[in-house]
């Protein structure tokens, strides 16, 4: 790991900069949203084993993931602003395609870390309020004790290559989950930066093999991961990740940023890097965060896909509210 936490004078550095740049730039083409087709998520939710594999991208980093019978979640963040208080702070600039109320019964909701726009208590507590009972919330080491002081026990947190196995009620099918590491940072107070974990997660159901990276710079970690899972993901087996949700936006200015969020183009070598088959990019077009605009991020990508010679059809970029089915697992 090269992280090294930001002092107070790069931080006024970055500002100081944006602001006679005039960054961020306004945006020049709307963010994609559509309406999400509810018939058939609610279907598919409750479809058991015969689920279609399919991606919901709701905005920012939370995406509905429908595999293996199972409605997972990734990084729920439903509010207007990821902040400690919502009249400050970040501001939503497209809603979430499903709303709290549109989604299905939510089973495991997988949380990479605690920022606040990745780690939303309101929509955490929201979420273990569901009716027919709260999810199952997977977590990295350090932030059982946060949720059991807003009520909410049924959390597992895993280290860094950390399994755990998720159990049809009648032992019919195991899909195993485990804790990859990323190249990040944790804090969400002044004084406990490093304190808690941080992660992405493969889900590996016999119908797909997910993977979620949350917040992450590039580094080696991506090829490791490959190797670790190698022996479970041979060409008889099926190949690699059937998808991977990769970041795509929040990278400039790369002085600052480039050892805790990958841009585009390290987004598409982290996708060969884990030799994935397909890729649906998020963390962009939701919340104004770093320098660049909203919605460059995917132009960036089609350019750093031409450069790789990789088809963009494999990369997807969906607009908010789309869902993608993935084939299934053979």
């Known amino acids: 790991m090269s992280f090294r936490g930001k002092r107070w004078h790069e931080i006024l550095r970055w500002r100081w900069q944006a602001w006679r740049a005039g960054h961020p730039k306004p945006i020049t083409t709307p963010i ?3 309406a999400p087709d509810l018939t058939f998520i609610q279907a598919n939710a409750k479809a058991g084993l015969i689920m279609q594999p399919a991606m919901t991208w709701i905005g920012h980093i939370t995406v509905l993931a429908q595999i293996g019978g199972l409605n997972i979640l990734t990084d729920p963040v439903f509010s207007e602003r990821c902040f400690p208080v919502q009249w400050a702070g970040p501001q939503r600039q497209t ?11 939510i089973d495991v909701v997988l949380l990479s870390h605690n920022h ?7 929509s955490l507590t929201a979420l273990a309020r569901q009716k027919g009972g709260s999810p199952l919330f997977i977590t990295p080491l ?3 004790a ?4 807003r009520g909410i026990h049924h959390v597992v947190e895993l280290d860094w290559w950390d399994e755990h196995v998720l159990e049809a009620s009648d032992h019919s099918l195991r899909i195993p989950v485990t804790l990859t590491p990323a190249q990040h940072w944790s804090a969400r107070t ?3 930066a490093l304190r808690s974990l941080w992660g992405g997660y493969a889900v590996l159901s016999p119908d797909c093999h997910l993977f979620f990276s949350g917040d992450t710079a590039y580094s080696a970690d991506f090829v490791d991961i490959r190797q670790h899972f190698a022996h479970v993901q041979s060409p008889a087996q099926g190949g690699g990740f059937d998808m991977a949700l990769l970041p795509i936006g929040a990278y400039e200015p790369r002085w600052f940023m480039k050892d805790q969020h990958a841009n585009p183009a390290e987004s598409v070598q982290i996708f060969q890097d884990l030799a994935a088959k397909r890729a649906i990019a998020v963390h962009w077009g939701t919340y104004q965060l770093t ?3 909203l919605d460059e991020p995917p ?3 089609a350019a750093a896909l031409r450069r790789a010679h990789v088809a963009p059809e494999l990369f997807d970029v969906l607009a908010i509210g789309q869902t993608r089915l993935v084939p299934r697992r053979t």
């Not at 606040?116 to 309101?122: K, N, V």
């Not at 946060?146 to 002081?149: I, L, S, T």
């Open 291 to 293: 320098d660049e605009a």
């Open 32 to 34: 994609p949203v559509t």
């Open 190 to 192: 002044a004084t406990d």
């Open 299 to 301: 132009r960036e990508l």
């Open 142 to 144: 350090g932030h059982k």
């Open 116 to 122: 606040y726009d990745h780690m939303d208590e309101a």
């Open 95 to 105: 809603p979430p395609g499903l709303t709290l109320e549109q989604l299905p019964r």
């Open 146 to 149: 946060w949720f059991a002081k």
